[in-house]
C-alpha cells in the first residue's frame, strides 16, 4: 500500500505549473502515464483526496480586498499632511489649544472624505465580482459525477460539453468538433478548434490547440481532458500572481502633490529660521519669536488644500460615477486626464465581442453590409419568404449559411437569443437582418442528412429536401470548398435567374486572401441539385460537383461609438495604441477603421517580435507602432514597459485575465465591469460600468478638470498665503507689533478662505480641456507662468495689507482694532481674488459669475461670516478682533479690488504670448 502511495505521490508531483511541463508537446497517452490517470474511470475517492491535500483547492486565492484600516492610514499618507500633523504639534507646545483644535479637525475631515469615498468605490467593485462558484463533470471511480470546481485536483478525467466552462488546464485525451472561448484569457475574438495531437514546444499559448485552459468556455462540440494543473498553477492562475506581485505606481498627482509640499515645506522651514534671527537681531526676546514663528508657519501652510484637494477629487469620482467610470482610488481621477498613451485590448473592449458578417462576394458583386440600409436588430427587418431554388445568388448564399449550421436562434420580446459557435450564429443574424427568419428557413427547406464541421474535413454540409427538390448547401474554408467545387454561380443575364460560370480557382482565393488581409474571416458557401435523398444518410459522402456561391467575410465589429471616442482622446494628446491576443490582419484592419492607424497596410508588432527584441529595440518600436497582435501576458508587460518614457502616463484597457498584469502596472489600469475578469478589476483603478470605451473619454474630461481646478485652488491658497506670509518679517523690519497672531492666521485660512478654496473645486470646465495637450508626470501643479503670477498677486496682496494696517497705526485704534483692519484687508482681498483664480488665462470678465453657484454663495458666505465675527463675543474672545468704523470698510474694499486688474493684465500679456507662440493654421 505504502509502495503505490508513493508511486501515485510520484505522480501527481509531475503536475506543477504549466511552465514546468510542455503537456501540450507530449502525447495524450504520455500525459496520462505521466500524470496515473485512467481516460476511462478517472480517480479513485481515495486517489482524488491524497492529491486534494497535495495539491490544495484549485482557487486562485488572490485579493480580498483592502483593509479598513489600510484605507483610513493611507489618508494621512501625504508630505501636505506630514506639514500640518507637524503644526498641530507646534501649536500643542505653545500651548495654543485653539489653534491645535482647528488643524486637528482640517485632519479628521480630510480622512474621512477620503475614507468614505474609497470604500464606498471598493463596495461598488465588490459588487461587480459576486459569482456563482462554478462546478465540473468529473470521472471517479468509473463514474461520472458532478463536483464543486475548487474540489478539481491534477490527474481528474474533466468531461466538457457546449456552454461549460474549464475548470482547470486540461490536456485533451479526446475531442468531438470542440471549439473553446479562449477570448478572456488570450484575447482572440473566435473560438479556437482543439484536437488532441501534441503541437511543437515553442508554440504561442493561443495555438496550443491540444490544450484547455482554466475559465475558457466551450463554445461547441465536446471533450475529454486530464487536469495538468490546478489553482495559482494553471496559466491563469500565473497571470493573477503576477498581478499580486507587481508593485502599485504612485500617480503623477501625487507625484506633483508631494514635489509641492517638499517645496513649501523647505520655503517654510528656512524663512521661519531667518524670520527668527531677524526678530532675535532686532531685540526681540526668544518668547516672542516663537509665537512670530508659530505665526509665520501657520500663515504659510495651505491648511485648507487636502481638505479641497480630496473633495476635489471626490466630486470627480462621482462625476465620473455619473458617467459610468467607477474609480476605486481617489488619486486615479486625475491620471486618467494626465495620461498620454491609452494601450487598449481589442476584444470585448473596442469590439463587441460578437461575430458578424459583414461582406459577402459573389463572382459579380460584391456587398458590404455596413454600407446597407440593413437594420441593426433583426426584429426591424422587413419579413421576406423562405429563399427558393430559383433565389438569386445573394440569399442563396445566406441560405446556406442558415442551412450548414449547427447554431441556433429564437427571436423573443426582450430581443435575439441566440447560441453555439459564435461564428455559426453570425450567419444566423445575417439571414434575419435580410428578413429571412431562420427558424422558417430550417422548417421549409427538411434536412435528410448532415455532415458537422470537423477540422479535418474543414467543412460542414446540410442535405436538404423542399417540395420533392433536393439539394445540398455546404459551407467552410474557401480553399477546401474550391476543391469541391465546378462552376460559380452569378447572377443571369436577365438580372435575376442564377446563372453559372467557369470555376476560376485562382481568382476566387486571391480574392479570400484580399478579404482575409481585409480582417475579415473568410468562409466559402457552395451548393448542388440533387437527384434524390444520399444512399446512406448517415454516410452521406463528401460533396462534390457544387457550385460556389460566395466568400463571406466575418468580424468582430467595433462598438458603437467608439471611433468618435478614440478620435477625443487623440485631440487631447492621448495616443490610442491596440494591444491584443488576435491575429494580425484582424487587429491591423480594427485599428485602420478605428482610427488607431491611417494606413491600411500599416506595421504590426506580433508577440513573437516582442519576444525576441531586446528592451532598446523594442522601445523603439513601441514609439512608431500602434498595433501589437498574438500578444501574450508577458508580452504585454514589456510593452507597457517599454511605452515608459519620462513624462509619460500609460492607461491600459481591457476585460480578460490576460490584461490583469499589464493594467497593474499601468500608470491607471482599465478595467471592463459587466464582462470583465475578477481579476481584471482587482488590478485596476477604474472600471467601466458600462463596458463602453466611449466612457473613457468622458472620464478623461473629468479627470482633465479635477486637475485644473486642483491646480486653481492650489494657486489661490498659495498666492495668498505667500501675501500673508511677507507682511509678518516685513512688519517686524518696521518696528510693528505683530501684525496678527496665529488664531486669526487661522481664521483666514480655514474659515473664510476655506468656504472659498472648496468652492473652486466645483468650477465647471474650461471650453478648451480636451484641446490641449496632457499633463506630462513631470509637470508640476503650479507651472513656472504660475509661479511669476503666484510672486505678483502674493506681493501685492501683502502690500495691501501692510498700506490698511499702516494707514490703521495712524488712527486712534486699539491693537485689536488694528490688527482687525489688517485681517479684514486679507479677507477681502481673498474674496476678490477668488474670482480671478476661476481661469488661468480666461478675464473674469467675460465670464458668468453663476456659472458656479457653490462660488457665488461662499463669497457671501464667507464675508458674512467674517463680519459676524467681528460683534459676537465669542469670536471676540478667541480672535482678538474688535469692529472697525466705515471707513475703514471702504479703503479696504478700494485696496483690495486693484487684485483684479493686476492678474487680469498678466492673463492678458499670457493669452497675448501664446497666440505668438501657437503654430499657423
Not at 480580498?64 to 498641530?88: C, M, N, V
Not at 494543473?229 to 502599485?248: D, H, K, N, S, Y
Not at 487636502?306 to 481621477?333: K, Q, S, W
Not at 471707513?887 to 493684465?905: C, G
Amino acid at each position: 500500500m505504502t509502495d503505490q502511495t508513493d508511486a501515485r505521490a510520484a505522480q501527481t508531483s509531475a503536475a506543477g505549473s504549466p511552465q514546468d511541463h510542455a503537456w501540450y508537446a507530449m502525447t495524450a497517452e504520455q500525459v496520462l502515464e505521466q500524470l496515473g490517470a485512467d481516460p476511462e474511470r478517472g480517480l479513485s475517492t481515495e486517489d482524488a483526496r491524497q492529491r486534494f491535500e497535495q495539491h490544495g483547492p484549485n482557487e486562485l486565492g488572490g485579493d480580498e480586498g483592502t483593509p479598513w484600516w489600510k484605507t483610513l492610514l493611507d489618508q494621512f499618507r501625504s508630505p501636505l499632511i506630514y506639514i500640518l500633523i507637524i503644526a498641530a504639534v507646534v501649536t500643542a507646545l505653545l500651548g495654543d489649544w485653539i489653534d491645535t483644535g482647528a488643524i486637528a479637525a482640517v485632519l479628521i475631515l480630510n480622512a474621512t472624505i477620503g475614507f468614505v469615498q474609497e470604500r464606498r468605490a471598493e463596495a461598488a467593485v465588490r459588487s461587480l465580482m459576486e459569482m456563482v462558484s462554478p462546478t465540473a463533470d468529473v470521472l471517479r471511480d468509473g463514474a461520472e459525477v458532478e463536483i464543486d470546481s475548487d474540489q478539481v485536483v491534477p490527474g481528474d478525467i474533466v468531461l466538457l460539453g457546449s456552454g461549460q466552462r474549464v475548470p482547470a488546464d486540461i490536456r485533451l485525451v479526446s475531442a468531438t468538433s470542440v471549439q473553446l472561448d479562449e477570448s478572456l484569457l488570450t484575447g482572440e475574438s473566435v473560438p479556437v478548434h482543439k484536437e488532441t495531437q501534441p503541437v511543437d514546444e515553442d508554440t504561442p499559448l493561443a495555438d496550443r490547440t491540444s490544450m484547455g485552459f482554466n475559465g475558457s468556455i466551450v463554445a461547441s462540440g465536446r471533450a475529454r481532458g486530464v487536469v495538468v494543473a490546478t489553482g495559482e498553477r494553471t496559466e491563469l492562475g500565473q497571470i493573477a500572481e503576477q498581478v499580486r506581485e507587481t508593485e502599485e505606481l504612485r500617480s503623477p498627482l501625487q507625484d506633483r502633490m508631494d514635489s509641492f509640499a517638499h517645496i513649501i515645506g523647505a520655503i517654510i522651514a528656512v524663512s521661519v529660521v531667518l524670520t527668527v534671527l531677524l526678530g532675535l537681531a532686532l531685540g526681540g526676546t526668544f518668547a516672542e519669536m516663537l509665537s512670530v514663528a508659530a505665526a509665520l508657519a501657520v500663515a504659510a501652510v495651505p491648511e485648507g488644500l487636502p481638505v479641497v484637494l480630496t473633495v476635489a477629487l471626490a466630486l470627480g469620482v462621482r462625476r465620473m460615477a455619473d458617467r459610468n467610470a467607477i474609480i476605486r482610488r481617489l488619486p486615479a481621477v486625475e491620471t486618467l486626464g494626465s495620461t498620454t498613451l491609452i494601450g487598449s485590448d481589442k476584444t470585448g473592449t473596442l469590439t463587441r465581442n460578437q461575430m458578424s458578417v459583414e461582406q459577402l462576394w459573389s463572382i459579380d458583386d460584391r456587398r458590404v453590409f455596413s454600407d446597407e440600409d440593413l437594420p441593426d436588430d433583426p426584429r426591424e427587418a422587413e419579413a421576406r419568404g423562405v429563399p427558393g431554388p430559383d433565389a438569386d445568388v445573394r440569399d442563396l448564399a445566406l441560405l446556406a449559411g442558415v442551412l450548414a449550421n449547427e447554431g441556433t436562434y429564437e427571436l423573443t420580446d426582450d430581443g435575439v437569443e441566440i447560441d453555439g459557435d459564435p461564428t455559426e450564429t453570425a450567419f444566423l443574424v445575417a439571414a434575419a437582418r435580410h428578413g429571412y427568419d431562420p427558424n422558417d428557413c430550417d422548417g421549409t427547406w427538411h434536412e435528410v442528412a448532415g455532415i458537422p464541421f470537423e477540422s479535418e474535413r474543414r467543412y460542414a454540409a446540410s442535405f436538404r429536401e423542399r417540395d420533392g427538390a433536393h439539394r445540398v448547401f455546404v459551407k467552410g474554408a474557401p480553399e477546401k470548398i474550391v476543391e469541391m467545387c465546378t462552376r460559380a454561380a452569378r447572377t443571369g443575364d436577365d438580372g435575376s435567374d442564377v446563372a453559372t460560370s467557369e470555376l476560376d480557382a485562382d481568382a476566387i482565393l486571391e480574392m479570400a486572401e484580399e478579404m482575409a488581409a481585409q480582417g475579415l474571416r473568410v468562409l466559402a458557401s457552395a451548393s448542388a441539385e440533387l437527384d434524390g435523398p444520399p444512399g446512406d444518410p448517415e454516410d452521406p459522402g463528401e460533396p462534390s460537383g457544387l457550385t460556389l456561391l460566395a466568400l463571406h467575410g466575418l468580424l468582430d465589429p467595433p462598438r458603437d461609438g467608439v471611433k468618435e471616442a478614440i478620435e477625443r482622446c487623440q485631440s487631447a494628446g492621448q495616443r490610442v495604441i491596440m494591444i491584443t491576443g488576435d491575429h494580425a490582419n484582424t487587429a491591423r484592419a480594427i485599428a485602420h477603421q478605428l482610427g488607431i492607424v491611417e494606413d491600411a497596410d500599416a506595421p504590426v508588432l506580433t508577440g513573437r517580435e516582442v519576444e525576441e527584441f531586446d528592451d532598446d529595440t523594442l522601445r523603439e518600436h513601441v514609439a512608431e507602432v500602434s498595433v501589437f497582435a498574438r500578444v501574450e501576458p508577458d508580452h504585454k508587460l514589456r510593452i507597457v514597459e517599454a511605452a515608459r518614457r519620462p513624462g509619460e502616463v500609460i492607461a491600459v484597457t481591457g476585460d480578460g485575465v490576460n490584461d490583469a498584469p499589464a493594467l497593474k502596472n499601468a500608470d491607471i489600469g482599465i478595467a471592463m465591469g459587466e464582462s470583465g475578469t475578477d481579476v481584471a478589476r482587482e488590478a485596476s483603478e477604474l472600471v467601466l460600468a458600462d463596458d463602453n470605451f466611449v466612457s473613457i473619454a468622458n472620464a478623461v474630461e473629468e479627470g482633465r478638470i479635477t486637475f485644473d481646478n486642483v491646480r486653481k485652488v492650489t494657486f489661490f491658497l498659495v498666492s495668498t498665503g505667500v501675501g500673508t506670509f511677507i507682511v509678518i518679517p516685513i512688519s517686524l523690519l518696521f518696528g510693528w507689533p505683530l501684525i496678527m497672531v496665529p488664531a486669526q492666521l487661522l481664521w483666514a485660512n480655514l474659515i473664510t478662505k476655506g468656504l472659498q478654496d472648496l468652492s473652486l473645486a466645483f468650477e465647471p470646465g474650461e471650453p478648451d480641456v480636451l484641446e490641449r495637450p496632457p499633463q506630462g508626470r513631470e509637470e508640476p501643479v503650479i507651472t513656472r507662468p504660475l509661479w511669476i503670477r503666484t510672486a505678483i498677486t502674493g506681493a501685492w496682496i501683502g502690500a495691501g495689507v501692510l498700506l490698511m494696517f499702516d494707514w490703521a497705526l495712524a488712527q486712534d485704534f486699539t491693537l485689536a482694532q488694528e490688527r482687525t483692519v489688517a485681517l479684514s484687508t486679507l479677507v477681502v482681498f481673498q474674496a476678490f481674488h477668488l474670482f480671478s483664480s476661476r481661469s488661468e488665462l480666461r478675464s473674469v470678465f467675460t465670464m458668468n459669475p453663476f456659472e458656479n453657484r457653490f462660488l457665488a454663495f461662499a463669497q457671501a458666505g464667507a464675508l458674512l461670516v467674517h463680519i459676524g465675527a467681528l460683534y459676537w463675543a465669542g469670536t471676540q474672545f478667541v480672535l482678538r478682533v474688535e469692529p472697525i468704523p466705515f471707513d475703514a470698510w471702504w479703503r479696504i474694499v478700494a485696496v483690495s479690488v486693484t487684485v483684479l486688474f493686476v492678474v487680469e493684465v498678466d492673463k492678458l500679456i499670457r493669452r497675448r504670448l501664446a497666440a505668438t507662440h501657437r503654430p499657423p493654421g
